[in-house]
């Protein structure tokens, strides 16, 4: 049991202890201490519950002098809203979702983009620079940078001799 | 044959009138717990429980049964209270007095008189103790204690998130925890 299950456990109109619950706050002070603070509460709401007066007359539907335009009004307004306020939560819903999503693809479309450009692979392949060249000498022009494997390479084509290399 | 409250709506909507006295039964009882300690006045919360179900009895073609009715009801029961109370504007009687022609009346005629007493005592302290917490989070508590609501059905009801709902009722508990035993001179 986590911690918000052991709330709506502790706050349920008509309470019964279990072996979750009592094992979720013998284990976890935070929700034990949220149980003595709110027991004199909880306790008064719960009592009061059964207190309250039901009377027993039955229900008349001829007597309507009470129903008003008003209240009419308003149940068919909440009626017309609950469906809505259902679709209007999925709705909002997958619309962050689309959000979160656009924005993740942008990003990363970005992040990429630029990763791309500065990528030794990408530089490397662009050189048009042959393998044997030797890169020490080629320092000072305008060689782009080239990657580890290259660099062995020149220096291997400058300074082992040629028959060991073959 | 237990009948779901969107069932016996659906036979409600095709001409059963029987279906919806089911649920008036089922529910005038939790509506009015809660309409009282709102309203403070026992007489005016049967006016509005009986107008709200009523209301809802003359909407009920309005109704899509694949949604929650007791959602439906509750929220209607909480927006007829709201203007209840814009148009009387007057300040809550919950807590505090009482009647002395009941008292007497009591003790004189019940054995358990002054267990009523006492009873009626504590419940007018705690409507005070509600009617003194702002008024989201008395609604959370009267929904999850009198009402027996889910949290996600007070989070529709009143128009919140469900966290905001388990917010409202834990922050209410805490509020009522600090004053209820100042109100009811040490007692817990």
Not at chain 1, 14 to 23: G, N, S, V, W
Not at chain 2, 112 to 122: F, K, T, V, Y
């Amino acid at each position: 049991m986590k911690c918000d299950q052991a709330f709506e456990r502790l706050t349920e109109a008509q309470f019964t202890d279990d072996a979750d619950l009592t094992r979720h706050l013998r284990e976890c002070p935070r929700c034990r201490a949220m149980q003595q603070t709110l027991s004199p509460a909880l306790k008064w709401m719960r009592e009061s519950r059964h207190d309250v007066t039901e009377q027993d007359s039955p229900w008349h539907q001829p007597s309507a002098a009470l129903l008003t335009e008003e209240s009419v009004a308003v149940a068919v307004d909440i009626a017309q809203r609950l469906p809505r306020a259902g679709r209007n939560a999925v709705m909002r819903q997958a619309l962050g979702f689309a959000l979160v999503a656009t924005f993740g693809i942008a990003f990363g479309v970005l992040v990429l983009g630029q990763h791309k450009e500065e990528s030794p692979k990408a530089v490397l392949s662009a050189s048009p620079l042959p393998k044997t060249m030797c890169l020490w000498t080629q320092r000072d022009g305008e060689s782009p940078r080239q990657s580890a494997a290259s660099v062995v390479d020149s220096c291997i084509a400058c300074h082992v001799p040629a028959m060991i290399r073959n | 044959m237990d009948f779901s409250d969107e069932d016996l709506m659906r036979r409600t909507q095709a001409g059963n009138f029987s279906a919806f006295e089911e649920l008036v039964r089922r529910y005038r009882g939790p509506l009015l717990r809660v309409a009282a300690s709102k309203l403070g006045d026992q007489l005016a919360a049967e006016d509005l429980v009986q107008e709200s179900l009523l209301a809802a009895f003359a909407a009920r073609q309005t109704f899509n049964p694949q949604y929650a009715f007791r959602t439906w009801m509750w929220t209607i029961l909480l927006r007829l209270c709201q203007k209840y109370r814009q148009r009387e504007s007057r300040p809550i009687r919950a807590g505090g007095s009482i009647d002395p022609q009941r008292a007497d009346g009591n003790a004189g005629t019940d054995p358990c008189g002054l267990a009523h007493l006492l009873q009626s005592e504590r419940q007018d302290l705690l409507h005070q103790a509600l009617a003194e917490l702002p008024e989201a989070e008395a609604d959370a508590l009267r929904l999850r204690f009198f009402a027996g609501l889910k949290f996600e059905e007070i989070a529709v009801a009143m128009a919140s998130s469900v966290s905001g709902a388990k917010q409202r009722v834990k922050h209410g508990l805490e509020r009522l925890a600090d004053r209820l035993p100042m109100l009811s001179g040490g007692e817990s």
